[in-house]
């Protein structure tokens, strides 16, 4: 989700290091400024061409990223009643049945329990049939990081989505995500896609878009890196709830994560 996104940027703020590219002037002179940095972190010509090629900036982006205020202006039970909802537990449930072997295997090597897991995925994606996006992430992020409110921290995820690509996890084409540049099942930015991504399904790629074994596993190597403690509890003032704020700084979400979990526990 764009709020989740957006959160986990302000959080590493801090911890973005420089960029050479001057943020602002001219869009194709930044480009080529982005291309070369690439190119120096090991991404090739040939991907920077073809990711840059007729890219320009998306005023849609700019517009959606100024205006992101209030997004949790409800009470906890307002939010968690419009996601929460009969269908989608019974939905979920369904994929706790169908995906039991993958997620007894995901849950045993991670720890992360499998409702959480399914949890999370229904909230991001409904199960991956959702929206994940409809905009080329390489042009949302140059958008992004050709802003100077916060080019530092989207010129890294800029580099990281042209690492993705440059790793064959995606191709080009595949490279569609929402507002902040999240990518996939559960919507991960292209950094965390690098530091989280698991090929689970043995491939050879990382595929966060197609892949079921793929995506609840990131998603679970990305809570347990953080921290996670394997069979204890994650409900509000647990150390466990404290590490979901990896996936959303929100209050409200991380309840309504916990929540969803416990109606697909059937408590």
């Not at 995906?99 to 849950?107: K, S, V």
């Not at 329990?113 to 949890?119: D, F, G, Q, T």
Request: aromatic share 8%.
């Amino acid at each position: 989700m764009v709020a989740r996104a957006l959160a986990t940027l302000l959080c590493v703020l801090t911890l973005t290091p420089a960029f050479a590219a001057q943020c602002g002037g001219d869009f194709n002179a930044f480009l080529a400024a982005m291309g070369r940095e690439a190119q120096a972190r090991g991404v090739s010509r040939g991907v920077v061409d073809a990711a840059f090629a007729g890219v320009t900036q998306d005023g849609a982006v700019l517009a959606f990223d100024r205006r992101q205020r209030g997004t949790f202006r409800k009470s906890f039970e307002q939010y968690a009643a419009t996601r929460v909802t009969k269908g989608r537990i019974a939905t979920g449930r369904r994929m706790l049945a169908r995906h039991a072997a993958l997620l007894g295997r995901i849950e045993q090597r991670f720890g992360v329990p499998r409702e959480l897991l399914v949890a999370i995925w229904g909230l991001e994606s409904d199960f991956g049939t959702g929206d994940m996006g409809n905009r080329p992430v390489v042009r949302t992020l140059a958008t992004l990081a050709h802003d100077c409110r916060r080019t530092e921290l989207f010129q890294r995820e800029l580099l990281a989505a042209l690492q993705i690509v440059q790793r064959g996890d995606l191709p080009l084409r595949d490279m569609i995500g929402a507002y902040a540049g999240e990518l996939g099942q559960t919507q991960f930015l292209p950094s965390s896609y690098i530091r989280y991504g698991v090929d689970y399904d043995g491939n050879g790629h990382v595929d966060l878009r197609h892949s079921v074994p793929d995506v609840l596993a990131s998603t679970a190597n990305l809570l347990r890196v953080n921290g996670w403690q394997a069979g204890a509890p994650f409900g509000e003032g647990t150390a466990n709830f404290e590490v979901m704020r990896e996936w959303n700084r929100a209050v409200i979400y991380r309840k309504t994560m916990a929540l969803f979990a416990e109606r697909l526990r059937g408590s």
